[in-house]
């Protein structure tokens, strides 16, 4: 099962826009399901290098293969966000 983390740094605008903005996105895709894992690079600062994430927010979709892609930005494109995000969409 593919999994989402969402790297954040604290509450800060920007972090907020890509919640809601992920969030907005998973329920029109039919997959309000998922809950997406949160990491903040705050308080958790290893995770960034572990993941090899270097800015926030970003969001990171795993697959069952191992592999991963990544997506940076407050996630407001939305176009953008919905192809990332499209292989998990409920048809």
């Known amino acids: ?4 983390i969402l790297f954040v740094t604290g509450n800060a ?5 890509a ?5 907005k996105m998973l329920e029109q895709i039919g997959r309000g399901d998922l809950g997406p894992h949160e990491i903040d690079l705050l308080k958790q600062p290893q ?8 800015a926030t927010p970003s969001l990171l979709k795993t697959d069952d293969g191992g592999g991963g892609s990544l997506l940076y930005g407050d996630l407001s494109d ?7 995000l499209a ?3 409920m048809t």
């Open 1 to 4: 099962m593919p999994l989402l």
């Open 78 to 84: 939305s176009d953008r966000l919905h192809r990332f």
């Open 87 to 89: 292989d998990l969409a």
């Open 19 to 23: 919640r809601a903005n992920l969030a």
């Open 13 to 17: 605008p920007r972090t907020q826009r």
């Open 47 to 54: 995770e960034g290098l572990t993941y090899s994430v270097f």
